[in-house]
């Protein structure tokens, strides 16, 4: 393990380095991995491992569109894709990767097709800490395990094609076989994972679900359209209330913070920007620390989960939710940015 300094405080990540890929392959030389569902995060990973030279097996419900994902990418009905159930019954480590609604809702018929020494793979703590809403409890002869991407399962495939990695957490809930650390670590190192730090399920969720309504998602969107209302309010036009509130942000700006930091981008702008940040930064911040104690009360009480639960078993939520997208897709702030977009020199060059 690698010890690194975060900010004055040490903590050990596993890299490649330390955990290749050919001991990964070794690690996962008799296994069979089940792919259980094939959504967000399953094709990412499932083909990163088969890319990997692990084995791979997917299990979805039939003549859905993730069915026919799966078989678009090349797993064969009969051979490598299966119903759920079938897949895992056939895995030797099944990794549980259904929405978290559909994992409290298939867990009665998966439970009873685990044995023991299988391992039971989670990309999320929700199901496993939430078990009094989810009923999600696995038996105690399996190891429970989790490596968690910090970004979506798209990423996760294409920053994997494109020769890097991106980030991951690893935990481990129950160790039954005495190998659930290195079967975690290999499974995290086989789906390309860039570094993987050590975490609980209890803290993976508690983050995730904090940061997805935060700044990651609802905070975001939310300040965005802040702003852009109210340059609009003022006369500002379309254009130019989408370009100073959305595409400087992810064109630029947010390009040098991930390069080498948020001071280093403070010290790419212009004088007049660096001073007018630095007073409003602390403003912004203490006006919504509130909003995230309330928020992060909200997750750990687990209201949020029973807000997700409830509306996902609702049997109008898909058609609800395709509502609540287009209208945020058909609202000016966002009809203003896919102008934007259209305008970019790579999308000019293609029409």
């Known amino acids: 393990m690698a010890k690194i300094n975060f900010g004055g405080v040490w903590e050990e990540v596993i890299t490649s380095?330390?955990?290749?890929?050919?001991?990964?392959?070794?690690?996962?030389?008799?296994?069979?991995?089940?792919?259980?569902?094939?959504?967000?995060?399953?094709?990412?990973?499932?083909?990163?491992?088969?890319?990997?030279?692990?084995?791979?097996?997917?299990?979805?419900?039939?003549?859905?569109?993730s069915w026919q994902k799966a078989v678009a990418d090349g797993f064969i009905p009969g051979k490598t894709l299966f119903s759920p159930e079938e897949a895992a019954r056939r895995g030797t480590i099944i990794q549980y990767l259904l929405s978290d609604a559909g994992q409290k809702t298939l867990w009665p018929v998966i439970k009873p097709c685990l044995t023991e020494g299988n391992a039971l793979y989670f990309s999320h703590g929700f199901s496993i800490v939430y078990k009094d809403l989810t009923g999600v409890i696995p038996p105690e002869n399996i190891d429970v395990i989790l490596v968690a991407p910090k970004g979506s399962g798209r990423t996760v495939r294409s920053n994997f094609l494109a020769g890097s990695g991106i980030n991951a957490s690893y935990a481990v809930f129950q160790d039954y076989t005495g190998r659930a650390t290195e079967r975690t670590l290999a499974l995290g190192i086989a789906i390309g994972s860039g570094y993987l730090f050590?975490?609980?399920?209890?803290?993976e969720v508690y983050s995730d679900l904090t940061g997805e309504r935060g700044v990651l998602m609802g905070c975001l969107t939310g300040v965005m359209e802040a702003q852009y209302n109210l340059l609009r309010k003022n006369g500002h036009t379309p254009s130019e209330a989408f370009n100073e509130t959305v595409e400087e942000l992810t064109q630029s700006l947010i390009r040098l913070v991930a390069e080498n930091g948020m001071d280093w981008m403070y010290a790419n702008c212009s004088t007049t920007a660096q001073r007018g940040a630095l007073d409003w930064k602390d403003r912004f911040r203490d006006a919504v620390a509130p909003l995230f104690d309330t928020l992060y009360e909200s997750v750990v009480s687990g209201r949020e989960v029973q807000i997700v639960l409830e509306a996902n078993s609702a049997s109008d939520y898909r058609q609800r939710l395709a509502r609540e997208l287009e209208a945020m897709r058909n609202m000016e702030m966002w009809q203003a940015g896919a102008a934007v977009r259209s305008l970019r020199p790579e999308k000019r060059e293609k029409t």
Do not use: C, H
């Open 17 to 65: 380095e330390e955990f290749s890929l050919a001991k990964a392959q070794d690690v996962l030389r008799d296994e069979t991995v089940a792919v259980l569902g094939y959504g967000v995060q399953g094709p990412g990973q499932a083909l990163n491992m088969r890319d990997n030279g692990i084995r791979v097996i997917v299990g979805q419900r039939e003549r859905g569109l």
């Open 198 to 203: 050590s975490t609980t399920f209890k803290n």
